[in-house]
């Protein structure tokens, strides 16, 4: 019975393993969904339309949800490598989001975990969580189980 709890104990982390993929630095990334996803005030995120764009060496991307108009957009400059970034420092990559009728909201602390941005195949993979302020109310909205996996 210990032989067998053993052996189903190893498989699973030996499949939990292999679901992974390290980059260069030895950062684990983990299996992620196509396109853009999160949640946020208790409603998901999965946009009917995304733009995309690669001009001068940085990444262009915004999402859109039918009918509600809510959108986010993001920024990545090209001189970003992966790793694991805090939003309240980081300044190689610009986030705004706009859920409700086009007030703007911009993230004040968080965190960016960039696992992929391959510019010869351009693809850009990545996990996120921040909290966003209101320019004009101060309101403050939260982000959570947000993640990026697109081709640009």
Sequence with gaps: ??????????????????????????????????????????????????????????????????????????????????????FAQMHNVSMKFQPYNDELFLPVAGKFNLYELDKESGHLKALFDCVLKSKTTGRIIQITDGSINIDY
């Design 1 to 86: 019975m210990k032989a067998i709890f053993t052996y189903t104990l190893f498989l699973g982390l030996l499949l939990s393993m292999a679901s992974c993929t390290k980059d260069k630095d030895g950062l684990v990334a983990p299996s992620i969904q196509e396109g853009i996803h999160f949640r946020y005030d208790g409603a998901s995120f999965e946009p009917t339309e995304v733009d995309k764009s690669y001009t001068d060496g940085n990444v262009y991307f915004k999402g859109r949800e039918e009918p509600s108009q809510t959108s986010i957009s993001f920024i990545i400059r090209d001189r970003i490598v992966e790793g694991e970034y805090n």
